[in-house]
């Protein structure tokens, strides 16, 4: 990296996508609404449902994750982003405890699925196409399969608190979110 | 004995319940006695008989559950006409209880864990139970049953499988040595019963002898005996029944340690004789011995002793025959709860509740059992101070070292040829042990049990003492053989199963540590994990509320420090990067050779981003 | 240094906070306006000491090594709520290290339960999540617990949900000390430690808890809930959406009849 000071910043790239999530922390991103005016001059997005880009970068910067993770596919995601992100960001309640998706944790998911896919008097038939990524067990939250650097709770973090988050970041400052800012909900 | 499934409250049940409850006086302060004898009588603690033990003790129903759900022996499901229970200190690990077990289950076609379908026998693990020097050992319907075998394993599952009852089995089953191998100035004593009481002289020359002698706690914290007795004979009793209480503590639950056991069958009138004097001292009329409940089978020889003290006089009203000395003893079981050592949880237990240990202040020596002025002494301690009575405290100081006077008993167990009790002057040194119990390759010992310290060869010229090395008598030997993670591991599993969990820190803490200890074991922990494990035992230390949480990080801080490797060949990310970059470092050789080609790079000087844990090769999507 | 001849004080951060005897450290602070952060202390009952969130350090020191270095010498650990105040003690709350510690703590409570904020009824005023917020907790850090934990809706007026228990034992307290009926209790031990109902049967609505029942109305998380009366204030307005759980440290002062 260039050491001199007066030199453009280059953007940093970030990809962002949704496991077992409801996409929610992704609206309430675009609830930054102007103000992405602003940080699209930092940033670059590399894979996102915002680009429809299918795969990361080698040399992502900041990947923003949002839901938890509840199949193989997830688990396959998100050791990409780890893989390519120098900076991981578990966003929204689901992705920091399992949230909502985690909530089928207190049953066994074999119960689940024999009780939704009883066809009466045909018995049960679980879909088993190898192209449908296989359940896991419990659903997890990110930090308990890689290594997250940064948690933004929220269901959804409000745009303001994304907002916040982002730009300590992008500045180079731990983020902070004081009152008002992290919630839980 | 009735069948364990029976819970139907029928006249027999009702009969058994009443019978009890009428002998202990329906007093709720008895329901730790009440519950565990009206579960021998009926094999279970069902709900229905749950809510007639509380009507007749007059106590919420959910106080006596709760009482019920926590004590390890107290059962609420049926558990079988034989319940099985093997020990599992490390101890019991290393004589390999582990396949022992194993061999039982299979035999009776059983999952560790759990009943059998037709109800007749359950098999499970349970902390130490005090046998470490002849284990492996198991409990079945709280005796103990020492040096399992194969073949005695083979037996016990015959007798089971025949419904022979417990009484019918045979004797030699049940045959507890007390394996005393070194006796000093405690254990060759020569006092008869009575010797030391003949020698009272006032109570206040008596306290004065046990001060000048220098006695402390041996329990392991090391109090002043008789500062602790000043203090409660100082504390004035209140309410409406004023009293003053001598407790013996005899819930010896210390993995590792069984000299209290030995004391108990071989020295049990010095033990009372010690308690009666304290009585005298602190002016207490009455003395509670709380046995742990895996020593359910020394209550009756017990009994026999206290009996034969009644008759001569040496217990009773006008002990010896003095107006206004009187003194009476009753032994209380515990029920299977490691954290009832702790004194105030002790107390808690007497009085009939959870075993949970109080906030402090109020101190037992003023406010302890029923609220009252209460002495909780060890049970060595209290024989310790009986021979002090009779022989002095100028002979009792000649023992042991300054701070330390006396002699101490320690349960030596683990790696060496002869395991048993041990009784030495204070001072004597880890080395010295190891040599009198024949201990080869020695790798480590653990002093004072899974809370104490665990000490690697360079350290075996320390001392035992409390300017040194403190210890409530647990002395576990590990030789060159052995892998100290595992140690730990059972250790930090040891202490999920006994904590109370009435604070946060010790509560989750407990289970955090035990987790992380079994993600290294499994082979999935990283640096991450041991910082993780660091961050939860300084919790554990700073925040919990009382010694078992404060200790219970203890063994795996020990043994990540002194033996690093048995962690570290578990650990499977290691992730460093070089300190200088390694391609750069072939730059001159390059520039002289002029070579470029594959062999002349490092590829991996530059990785492109972290690796995170858990993320391995060819997860590339 | 003293305010007068007959008030006591202490120190806390190095602030002086006068003392009645008997007062315990937490109780003087928060009398004085002083936060000290906390769950299973509750104004009107007899401090308890579970919790451990209020963990303070007391009389640490500071000392010259030989070779001239200042060393501190941490003082000793305790629970603010229980220790009794003593005049001239130098007592630490506001440190990093206990501040780390606290984090901790709380961390500890959101594995061992199942806390799903945005699906309770309790979020926006749950005691728990407010000190979560004030002290920036931002991830629960351990793995989850995930532990199977039932929800008993036998009761005619009030709902338990066991997955949001803390074990502060605060309706146990309230249902034995002021409603004097001794609804719940606890059972278990270490983490398989639980609420018990005073029923046979084991359920609320066998036992004669009344919905106005001190019991019923001091859970600080999402526990004991009235039925017909969830998410009735707004996002927003909730009262940790309005104001941080450290403000205003004296509405904690504990009220004179304590029990």
């Known amino acids: 990296m260039n050491a001199s000071t007066s030199a453009p910043k280059r953007k940093l790239k970030v990809a962002t996508t949704s496991l077992a999530g409801c996409f929610g922390c992704h609206m309430s991103f675009l609830d930054i609404d102007e103000r992405i005016l602003d940080l699209i001059e930092l940033i670059e997005f590399d894979r996102s449902p915002l680009t429809d880009i299918k795969h990361c970068s080698t040399d992502c910067d900041i990947g923003i994750i949002e839901g938890g993770v509840c199949n193989a596919e997830n688990v396959h995601v998100l050791h990409e982003f780890r893989k390519n992100c120098k900076i991981l960001i578990a966003i929204g309640a689901c992705s920091i405890n399992g949230g909502l998706p985690a909530q089928r944790n207190s049953l066994d998911i074999r119960d689940i699925l024999a009780a939704v896919y009883a066809q009466p008097g045909r018995g049960v038939h679980i879909p088993n196409d190898p192209e449908i990524p296989l359940l896991l067990n419990e659903v997890h939250p990110l930090h308990e399969v890689v290594k997250i650097d940064y948690f933004l709770p929220g269901c959804p973090p409000s745009g303001d608190a994304i907002w916040k988050f982002l730009t300590d970041l992008l500045a180079g400052r731990t983020p902070s979110l004081g009152h008002g800012l992290i919630h839980f909900d | ?621 | 240094m003293s305010n007068g001849q007959d008030t006591k004080s202490f120190f806390l951060d190095d602030e002086e906070i006068p003392f009645e005897e008997g007062q315990t450290i937490i109780q003087a602070a928060l009398t004085a306006g002083k936060y000290i952060p906390h769950l299973c202390y509750h104004p009107e009952f007899k401090p308890h000491g579970s919790c451990k969130l209020c963990t303070v350090r007391i009389d640490s020191r500071t000392i010259t090594t030989e070779d001239g270095q200042t060393v501190k010498i941490p003082g000793r650990a305790a629970a603010s709520c229980t220790t009794p105040a003593q005049a001239e003690q130098h007592v630490e709350s506001n440190t990093p290290e206990l501040l780390d510690l606290r984090r901790t703590l709380v961390q500890m409570l959101l594995v061992e339960g199942n806390h799903f904020c945005p699906s309770c009824e309790k979020s926006g005023k749950c005691m728990l999540q407010g000190l979560a917020y004030d002290l920036g907790v931002m991830s629960p850090h351990f793995p989850q617990y995930f532990s199977k934990r039932e929800v008993d809706a036998t009761h005619p007026d009030v709902l338990l949900d066991f997955n949001r228990c803390i074990l502060c034992e605060l309706c146990v307290r309230a249902s034995a000390e002021v409603d004097k009926k001794n609804v719940f209790s606890l059972s278990g031990r270490g983490n398989t430690k639980h609420l018990i109902c005073n029923s046979e049967s084991g359920k609320l609505g066998d036992t004669n808890l009344a919905a106005t029942d001190k019991a019923a109305n001091v859970c600080p998380v999402g526990v004991i809930l009235h039925k017909r009366h969830g998410f009735e204030v707004p996002y927003g307005q909730r009262r940790f959406d309005t104001a941080p759980i450290s403000d205003n440290p004296v509405q904690y002062a504990p009220v004179k009849e304590q029990v």
């Open chain 2, 1 to 621: 004995m009735r069948t364990a499934n029976s819970s139907g409250g029928g006249a027999d049940e009702k009969g058994v319940i009443e019978g009890v409850l009428s002998r202990h006086g329906h007093d709720a302060t008895r329901l730790m006695q009440i519950l565990r004898e009206v579960q021998e009588g009926l094999g279970w603690l069902s709900p229905s008989i749950l809510t007639a033990i509380a009507d007749g003790a007059k106590l919420p129903r959910a106080r006596v559950e709760g009482v019920a759900g926590f004590y390890h022996f107290f059962h609420t499901e049926p558990l079988g006409r034989y319940r099985v229970l093997w020990s599992d200190n490390i101890t019991d690990r290393m004589q390999g209880n582990a396949d022992l077990m194993a061999r039982m289950c299979k035999k009776l076609w059983l999952k560790a864990g759990n009943v059998s379908e037709d109800g007749l026998v359950s098999v499970d693990t349970t902390s130490c139970t005090g046998m470490c020097d002849q284990g492996p050992a198991i409990l079945v319907n709280y005796r103990p049953i020492t040096r399992m075998t194969p073949e005695r394993v083979d037996k016990v599952v015959d007798l089971i499988r025949r419904q022979v009852p417990l009484a019918e089995w045979p004797a030699e089953f049940f045959l507890v040595e007390d394996n005393i191998r070194r006796k000093d100035a405690l254990l060759s004593h020569d006092l008869a019963p009575g010797d030391a009481l003949r020698a009272l002289k006032s109570p206040q020359d008596v306290l004065e002898a046990v001060k000048a002698s220098g006695l402390r706690g041996r329990g392991g914290a090391g109090f002043s005996t008789g500062q602790k007795w000043e203090f409660c004979r100082n504390a004035p009793g209140t309410g409406s029944s004023p009293a003053h209480y001598v407790v013996c503590n005899a819930d010896e639950g210390e993995p590792g340690t069984f000299k209290d056991r030995v004391l108990l069958s071989s020295c049990a009138d010095l033990v009372f004789e010690g308690m009666t004097i304290a009585g005298y001292v602190i002016g207490a009329k009455k003395g509670l011995v709380y046995l742990r409940g895996e020593y359910r089978y020394l209550m009756e020889p017990l009994n026999e002793v206290l009996q034969r003290r009644r008759a001569a006089n040496l217990l009773g009203k006008s002990v010896l025959g003095q107006i206004g000395f009187d003194f009476d003893i009753e032994i209380h079981m515990g029920a299977g709860a490691y954290i009832c050592g702790e004194e105030t949880a002790l107390l808690e237990s007497l009085e009939g509740k959870r075993g949970v240990p109080r906030k402090r202040p109020p101190f037992p020596v003023t406010s302890g059992f029923l609220g009252q002025p209460t002495a909780v002494n060890n049970v060595e301690t209290l024989a310790a101070a009986a021979l002090i009575a009779a022989k002095g405290a100028a002979w009792y100081k000649t023992l042991g070292t300054a701070k330390s006077t006396g002699t101490k008993v320690l349960s030596i167990s683990g790696d060496c040829a002869r395991p048993g009790v041990y009784e030495y002057p204070y001072g004597v040194t880890v080395a010295q042990v190891l040599a009198d119990c024949g201990a080869r390759d020695t790798q480590a010992c653990q002093i004072a049990g899974a809370s104490g310290l665990c000490i690697a060869p360079a350290e075996f010229g320390r001392r035992i003492a409390f300017e040194d090395i403190p210890t409530g008598g647990s002395f576990m030997i590990f030789d060159n053989s052995r892998d100290m993670f595992e140690v730990a591991r059972n250790f930090a599993h040891f202490f999920v199963h006994e904590s109370c969990g009435f604070c946060t820190p010790c509560r989750v803490g407990t289970t955090l540590l035990k987790n992380g200890m079994d993600k290294i074991h499994e082979g999935h922990g990283g640096e991450y994990d041991i910082n993780d494990i660091w961050r939860i035992i300084r919790t554990l230390k700073t925040a919990s509320h009382c010694g078992l949480g404060q200790t219970a990080g203890n063994c795996v801080a020990d043994t990540l420090q002194k033996f690093r490797p048995s962690y570290e060949l578990r650990l499977n990310v290691h992730e460093f990067e070089p300190a200088f970059d390694l391609d750069k470092a072939l730059s001159k050789m390059r520039e002289v050779t002029g070579r470029d080609d594959p062999g002349a790079h490092f590829h991996i000087a530059h990785r492109k981003s972290k690796s995170g844990i858990g993320t391995k090769a060819g997860d590339e999507a």
